[in-house]
């Protein structure tokens, strides 16, 4: 079956323009997280997102940072004013049910994004 | 402020011997630990799991070993093969965490034929 797919897989932006990544998670899966990775760092959570409850915006690093999911599917990630250390690969996972440690989350390929 | 540490960013073994990768952690609260591998242009794949209550957990040539009192764990490959050549992330999980993980800062394995 299909998997976690991500859009773009490549953005390239100058310093100051929005920017929108996009994570369709697999059919089902009511957990979506995103994280971001910036050259030799670890994955750095981000936001989680669990049915319809509230989303853990817990690791979103400015209020330039947000996201929606739409419908408890798609799940959009917005960058305002993009500045360059926002450069990164952007990586989108979904789990079947709770979001709790012992859930395995399946990754997207992740959207590589540059900020000249 | 990092808690899972991958302090070896790359690690190189011969086909047929055993790759250790290394991960320590600094929060005792940490109760569930995973390994993720990661090709180039994918995203990470989960590969194994360990419960804090266990400290052996092994799945085929895959072994990951738990030591509470030093927070550490490894993983094991053997033998080691070159398809398992790709970058390895730890990471962990806690109750008092809800829904975050945390993940080392990944190495980097190469298997040479």
């Known amino acids: 079956g299909a998997g976690v797919s991500q859009s773009p897989s490549n953005k390239v932006t100058e310093k100051g323009k929005d920017v929108e990544l996009r994570c369709d998670p697999i059919?089902?899966?009511?957990?979506l997280y995103w994280y971001r990775q910036s050259l030799g760092q670890g994955l750095e959570f981000l936001i989680y997102?669990?049915?319809?409850?509230?989303?853990?915006k817990s690791g979103l690093p400015s209020d330039r940072f947000s996201a929606e999911r739409t419908g408890g599917s798609v799940s959009t990630l917005t960058i305002q004013r993009t500045q360059q250390e926002d450069s990164a690969v952007y990586l989108c996972?979904?789990?079947?049910?709770?979001?709790?440690?012992?859930?395995?989350?399946?990754f997207g390929p992740g959207t590589r994004l540059t900020v000249t | 402020d990092q808690q899972v540490k991958q302090n070896s960013p790359s690690l190189s073994v011969q086909e047929g011997r055993i790759s250790i990768l290394n991960c320590d952690y600094t929060?005792?609260?940490?109760?569930?630990f995973l390994w993720y591998k990661k090709y180039p242009a994918e995203g990470p794949t989960f590969l194994i799991s360990i419960s804090s209550i266990k400290d052996k957990n092994e799945d085929g040539r895959f072994t990951v070993f738990l030591n509470k009192s030093a927070k550490h764990l490894s993983l094991h490959i053997v033998p080691s093969q070159p398809g398992d050549s790709a970058v390895y992330f730890c990471a962990a999980s806690a109750p008092h965490t809800g829904n975050q993980f945390y993940f080392g800062t990944g190495t980097s394995l190469t298997v040479i034929p």
């Open positions: 997102f669990q049915g319809n409850s509230a989303p853990d």
């Open positions: 996972a979904s789990s079947l049910t709770s979001g709790s440690g012992s859930d395995e989350q399946y």
């Open positions: 929060n005792s609260m940490f109760d569930y």
């Open positions: 059919s089902g899966h009511t957990a």
